[in-house]
Nanobody
């Protein structure tokens, strides 16, 4: 069992930056692949970024490549999402998720149903 708590959301102007954090409880953080998803009003939740257990592999949605960067710090049991050059269409609730399966690769890391634990979400609003 792992608990996830997101922080760092807020209101920012277009072109600005935010860094989201997701703190995980427990002593087995390094055994989980981690992902970020988002849900905009009236839309389904969608994949944003993911990072492998070792941190050696990362995956991004096409819409955020080159602007958002996922990273993890095992010493702090925390995964980050650095968000630069933000656009109004990035406005959403951002969720952190953890996946305990031993599988790796794009399909597993980018598919919502493969994740076992979810945080409560943090709101990101980008004004134009």
């Amino acid at each position: 069992q792992v608990q996830l708590v997101e922080s760092g959301g807020g209101l920012v102007q277009a072109g600005g930056s935010l860094r989201l954090s997701c703190a995980a409880s427990g002593r087995t953080f390094s055994s989980y692949a981690m992902g970020w998803f988002r849900q905009a009003p009236g839309k389904e939740r969608e994949f944003v970024a993911a990072i492998s257990r070792s941190g050696g592999s990362t995956y991004y949605a096409d819409s955020v490549k080159g602007r958002l960067t996922i990273s993890r710090d095992s010493a702090k049991n925390t995964v980050y999402l650095q968000m630069n050059s933000l656009k109004p269409e990035d406005t959403a609730v951002y969720y952190c998720a953890a996946q305990r399966s031993g599988y790796s690769g794009s399909y597993y890391y980018t598919t919502e149903i493969r994740y076992d634990y979810w945080g409560q979400g943090t709101q990101v609003t980008v004004s134009s």
